[in-house]
């Protein structure tokens, strides 16, 4: 049986502080579960990029500080096998969620998306692990059922393709690496659609949350 343990954390170093979930407790967390490989919301060629020049930021710059000032130098002083799971398609990804519409409709999408993000952050200590629980994931699956609403044709690529094709290569690398300890970090976002997906997955055991 292959353990994939889920990890979600915010990229915010403000958030990060003002939640107590730190970098300090996300490597307390990864050394507690002792993945033989980590798979991270990394792109491959933003992978391939920092194997080849050492660049840790991501082709479009978009690599979370918590790889190279975390995760990057861990894997390497443990041994951890990385593998990068993210997607996006890098000369098209640039039209928000709202863009479409009106100055004035927009300025009222913003505000209840800011609602949304309130209500997630009221959730943030229902578990043992900031930004780790059902409470939070429930109010998240909402809130991205909401921006389906709002602008499907954005969504359906920008939200629901990239999870189908993170989560087939989480389940190719739990193929690979069969038996073996695998931990998912990503921003908390993700964590309901990747419970949601792999929890029924034969030859796979899900522990989320961690603690």
């Known amino acids: 049986m292959t353990v994939v343990g889920i990890l979600g954390m915010t990229h915010s170093l403000e958030l990060q502080e003002k939640y107590n979930g730190t970098l300090s407790l996300i490597k307390e967390l990864i050394l507690e579960f002792n993945p033989d490989v980590i798979c991270g919301e990394v792109h491959p060629l933003s992978w391939e990029l ?50 479409k519409f009106d100055p004035e409709t927009r300025e009222q999408l913003e505000a209840e998306l800011d609602r949304w993000t309130e209500k997630q952050f009221e959730t943030v200590h229902k578990g043992n692990i900031p930004f780790n629980s059902p409470g939070y994931d429930k109010v998240t699956e909402k809130l ?68």
Not at 67 to 93: A, M, R, T
Not at 158 to 174: D, E, G, L, Q
Not at 186 to 201: P, V
């Open 50 to 99: 920092f194997l080849k020049e050492g660049d840790p930021h991501g082709i479009l710059k978009e690599t979370q500080d918590e790889y190279p000032n975390l995760i990057f130098p861990l894997c390497k002083e443990k041994g951890i096998q990385f593998v990068p799971v993210n997607w996006f398609e890098e000369d098209v990804f640039v039209e928000g969620p709202f863009d």
């Open 144 to 211: 991205y059922e909401w921006l389906h609403g709002v602008n499907p044709e954005l969504q359906n690529i920008r939200w629901n393709a990239r999870h189908y094709i993170m989560v087939a290569r989480v389940k190719n690398a739990a193929k690979k690496y069969a038996g073996k300890r695998i931990l998912c970090i990503h921003g908390a976002d993700h964590n309901y659609w990747y419970y949601k997906s792999l929890k029924n997955e034969e030859g796979i055991e899900v522990v989320y949350p961690l603690k």
